[in-house]
């Protein structure tokens, strides 16, 4: 699959834009017309230069406000047409995306925009290039790709066919099924785009909210499917107006991009194989090979070519979670108090293992020449642990290299784009075969902790859709809606990815983007217990003392649940929350927070599947209220004074 | 008129809240319910908390999802009324917030729901309370104020009445003039809002983007007039649910709430006035008398006291900028070369003043110990400048002190959101009398620059509603439609505000929220010249080099818009820009940045109204490159190396 990505999606000058394609691996990018005007550099040094980075120019976009015109104006189109044919033979570029037109049109005569495309077609071929015409969802009156598809084969002019859309034809709801009517030559140019389902005006949704495929909530999967059955095998290219990339880094931005569209490559592999004719599914390909012989009736050529991602099993344990913060007295402290035994330290690396049930706790302290997350790692055994490695490489996360001395387990590391670590081990018995390279466990209680929960990591803004690809499509979990929880410091979104079966659940908490220093969000460890009422009470005998819940929440609970007697008084009692879905109950109580890391301990009761959302302003607030040590006595009164 | 506030619309803990709100002069506050539930503070506490600083606590809210149910449902609604009620009695807050069913309603049978609001009455009762039943926007049955004011009516209970919110009956396209029709005694409270006009869905459009009045656009001083024709003087509140209000400073937010409240107030005289029988504008009061008696027929009575602020005249002229920088050589340089002529120091001031026609720029070194920013302040020369200087301190702009030595004139200053400062001088012949404080200037050609056109203030993200309503309510500036424009580092969102004559054009540009130190962009004023082609050559002679233009820029150009023969080259040749509106032209360049702070000249042909914005991005583009010294030779190649 040829990949391209549209300079709009990129932060900085135009050349910085072509060097980030560059080095992310795209094969192309397209020309967008702002980007080239606010450039020094002439058509043809841009052509050089893409050139000498091994880049094709694959499209000069956008034209607008062409056809369905009168006269006049028409032939004022032709000759703006004429000076950006002329601009593309400067630049060496052979594609021109055209719009449909938002503004100028008065007629919506598809013969007479067709007959006025035929005209641009004459044109476009005296300066050997072609157009791309493309419907836009807010078009005046071509605002389906349907009807786009009409007038151009009504052109019938070999230099005009289609530029196809996904956000465009998605987001008004249209079944993109029928894309395997138009015939592939007619396709000249594909951009695919993911999104949130949003109620907004299609034209502001499209300018600020698009985001890269596997992000959104479109099914670009099946988009892709639909086209490769025309045959079409042209570039497949990224065109993302969004915000928060226009602020970001263009290197980042450009692997995460090539990432989205790796694993849309993958997506469509798939969907191509699934509707395959006498499916040859779970045969041992992984590559769809280029131009597909199937001449039945009705079956569509496919040639595009399309690989598959090594297979990742779902994992079959969190096996650890590693935590990096500056004081491991403290949080030594807050494990023994939860009931955790300490396996001393590592035998070859600087550290320390905590257990509880199947939850394994590794301390260690901050790598100083590193800004790394306090949750700095996740370790996880699947069946097949090179293979999960291999497809977090083939979707360009970087592996973390790591020494093993004689006798350890390997473990293979790739790194999110926070910079927090995932391990992949193999599946072995009750546990893995790396605990023994830690100590023998102290002594302790039975443990009443299972495993983990749930992890949670707090995204600066121009990391959060970066990590929700990458949970996506490394690991292959699935996103659930997102929700927003008010904070002191701002609102919060919060994005959850679980396995289908829930082992691992992660939660992306993105941080407000004007917050300051002092707004950072903790993050955190859950851990699963079957009676979180009995453990708090368990660890308060050991010393514990919970983040502090104040008493109106425990109030509210009560006039909104009518909880069964006894309840209210031991969650009052031992600071432990609330919150009841349809079909189940969920306990949790929280440790306050050392620097930016804390615990939670969690019960779920009858299948709840939430994570305790409604309460967790309460728990900012109490968070925000430890960390500023703000207290009523404390505060400055600029009234009083 | 009585003045509240909801929580919600602050940062920080309750406690922070209700400070902020009191050292903001407001007269109580909406207790948002989530902010008491998360506060440590008992209900009690806060009773005495706000009774301490002198705030009234004037309504719980909010109160869900209640009317509408089938009977186990309002049994159960019932009870959980009178747990909050009870609460509110610790609380000592007499209204309870009701919003229209959005989730549990089954029927919208207007009597069924008065029945239910009727035992709700009856319960608040017997806890001394009344409920405020509002309409939202998108409740499932009562969607508009008139049916809720219908249901109130049929429920016909003392403790049942209405909350006005003006969002939710704007952002449908409800004419508030019915509000005349409601009885005063059934108005419990009202909450006015203002929001930009957006086409999106009105849940979301709520919780993310209202504005404190004066900031968007909905006319709520005609809806203050329709209310308080009704008699209503109850308190006024502010509830604006804001994801940038809810990170920023909550004492800073305080004071801009205030001052949207006080503006508020001035256009409710107004509006009051306009309306009154028998007009008497123009009389000396400026005070609405509470309780005006008025018994004509369809009258009705006013009771809620407006005063009006001191009027403030457009101003005549703007008689200096001043800029602070560290390389005064440079900008010294640069004025130079556009032809404007030395005064030398100020006899008692570290400032210089340099002049050009009425085009006056003051010149100083940036303070050390403040912040400020580089267009430092705006000189204007008003009718009265004491009442505009008591306009603004009404809207609590703080004063700038200014020390005058024996002779200068006074100039009476206020401080905008950012820190900018805006002067008021009197009008007087030619020029200003302080210019004389200046010394004479030296020599020079002829002046081809006239005058100020416009200022450019670049605001941080937390600055920028708030300052767009100081120079809209301060100065009587009216608003034009913002626009969005894209620079390497992100969209940026510029606002213009002018006077009616449009002597005083002000231009605030909203940094990228996640911009970085390196996007800090720079601020400009932008002088007018009938001839901007002559004035670039005669700079050119003088040395000046203009911000570099792009040649593709000019290609661009010539496609858009056919110039005449001859045109282009010069505009090429000079580095000077080129846009054209419906009636007329836009000739402009730039100096280069000189640290944060730029110069333009701009020539206006026939009428052009607007700045230019088809070409920001390129300037923007330029600067960027400008400013990084990013060069094709020189960027680093990743790929090559």
Same mark, same amino acid.
Request: with cysteine; net charge negative.
């Given at each position: ?185 007619? $396709? ?189 790692? $996740? ?69 009443? $902790? ?41 609102? $919060? ?149």
């Amino acid at each position: 699959m040829r990949t391209s990505i549209a300079t709009v999606c990129l932060s900085g000058t135009l050349d910085q834009k072509l060097v980030a394609a560059r080095a992310a691996g795209f094969d192309g990018v397209e020309v967008f017309e702002p980007d080239l005007i606010a450039s020094p550099l002439s058509p043809e040094a841009v052509r050089a230069r893409a050139e000498e980075l091994g880049l094709s120019l694959d499209l000069y976009q956008p034209f607008r406000d062409f056809e369905g015109v009168g006269q006049e104006l028409l032939d004022r189109n032709l000759r703006r047409a004429a000076a950006k044919f002329a601009l593309m033979h400067r630049l060496g570029i052979r594609t021109m995306l055209l719009c449909s037109n938002v503004a100028t049109a008065t007629s919506g005569d598809e013969h007479l925009a067709a007959g006025q495309l035929r005209q641009l077609g004459d044109l476009a071929e005296r300066f050997d290039v072609r157009v791309a015409y493309e419907a836009l969802a807010w078009g005046t009156f071509v605002d389906s790709f349907d009807a786009a598809a009409r007038i151009v084969g009504l052109a019938a002019h070999p230099r005009v066919g289609l530029c196809l859309d996904s956000f465009h034809i998605l987001s008004k709801g249209h079944d993109p099924a029928g894309i395997e009517d138009i015939p592939a030559d007619r $396709i000249f140019f594909v951009q695919m785009a993911d999104a949130p389902l949003l109620s907004m005006d299609a034209l502001s949704w499209s300018r600020h909210h698009r985001l890269f495929p596997g992000e959104g909530d479109f099914d670009l999967g099946g988009f892709m499917g639909h086209l490769v059955r025309t045959g079409y095998d042209g570039p497949v290219s990224l065109e993302i107006f969004n915000d928060t990339f226009r602020q970001a880094d263009p290197f980042a931005t450009a692997v995460h991009a090539r990432r989205s569209l790796r694993w849309l490559e993958h997506e469509t592999a798939v969907a191509t194989r699934r509707a395959r004719r006498g499916s040859d599914e779970g045969a041992g390909s992984t590559s769809e090979a280029a131009a597909v012989p199937d001449e039945g009736a009705g079956a569509h050529r496919v040639r595009m070519a399309t690989t598959l991602l090594p297979a990742v099993s779902p994992p079959a344990e969190v096996t650890y979670v590693e935590l990096r913060t500056g004081d491991l007295r403290e949080l030594r402290h807050l494990l023994r108090q939860l009931g955790f035994r300490a396996h001393g330290a590592h035998r070859s690396k600087d550290v320390e293992l905590w257990s509880q049930g199947a939850a394994r706790i590794v301390l260690g302290a901050p790598e100083a020449e590193q800004d790394q997350p306090t949750v700095a790692g $996740i370790g996880l055994s699947v069946q097949d642990p090179a293979a999960g490695a291999d497809r977090a490489r083939g979707l360009y996360a970087p592996a973390v290299p790591r020494e093993e001395a004689s006798g350890e387990e390997p473990l293979l590391g790739v790194r999110a784009p926070d910079g927090s670590e995932v391990f992949f081990g193999a599946v072995r018995g009750a546990e893995p075969q790396w605990v023994r390279e830690f100590g023998r466990p102290d002594d302790g209680d039975p443990p009443s $902790i299972e495993r983990v929960d749930h992890v949670n990591l707090a995204q600066p803004w121009e990391h959060f859709d970066a990590a929700v690809l990458f949970f996506h499509a490394v690991l292959d979990l699935r996103t659930e809606p997102t929700t927003e929880v008010a904070a002191p410091v701002g609102l $919060i979104r919060s994005q959850v990815l679980r396995s289908s079966d829930g082992v691992l659940r992660v939660a992306l908490n993105l941080v407000p983007s004007g917050a300051s220093a002092d707004a950072i969000l903790p993050q955190h460890v859950a851990f699963a217990t079957s009676d979180a009422l009995s453990l708090a009470r368990a660890a308060r005998g050991r010393g514990f003392e919970p983040l502090d819940i104040p008493d109106n929440h425990y109030d509210d609970l009560q006039a909104r649940h009518e909880l069964e007697p006894g309840l209210l008084e031991q969650l009052r009692e031992l600071n432990v929350m609330y919150d009841r879905d349809g079909v189940g109950e969920f306990l949790h109580f929280y440790t306050h927070p050392v620097g930016t890391v804390f615990l939670e301990v969690v019960e779920r009761r009858g299948g709840y599947a939430g994570y305790g959302a409604p309460n967790a302003p309460v728990r900012l607030a109490s968070q925000y209220r430890h960390r500023h040590a703000v207290r009523q006595v404390g505060l400055a009164n600029p009234v009083a004074s």
